[in-house]
């Protein structure tokens, strides 16, 4: 039987609200515009983090919202 989509490990609706609410709070926060370059890099984190097993909201908040990402050299 096929596997659903929940158990292929993509993200749940819940999921999907929750990293949109603190990447939205992140980029307010930072003053960040939600299509620059630093934007990007917080929902890349965000998600990295999220997949790395960081669920709670509030761990994810202080994990983005407060520090400030250095562009990477090339």
């Known amino acids: 039987m096929p596997k659903s989509v ?4 993509l993200l749940k609706p819940a999921d999907i609200a929750k990293l949109q609410r603190v990447f939205d709070e992140a980029c307010r926060r930072r003053e960040a515009s939600p299509d620059s370059a630093e934007a990007r890099e917080i929902a ?3 998600l990295a983090l999220h997949n790395a ?3 709670e909201e ?3 908040m202080e994990a983005v919202g407060f520090r400030r990402l250095e562009p990477k050299s090339a």
């Open 6 to 9: 929940y158990d292929r490990g």
């Open 58 to 60: 509030d761990m994810l």
């Open 53 to 55: 097993g960081m669920i």
């Open 44 to 46: 890349l984190n965000l």
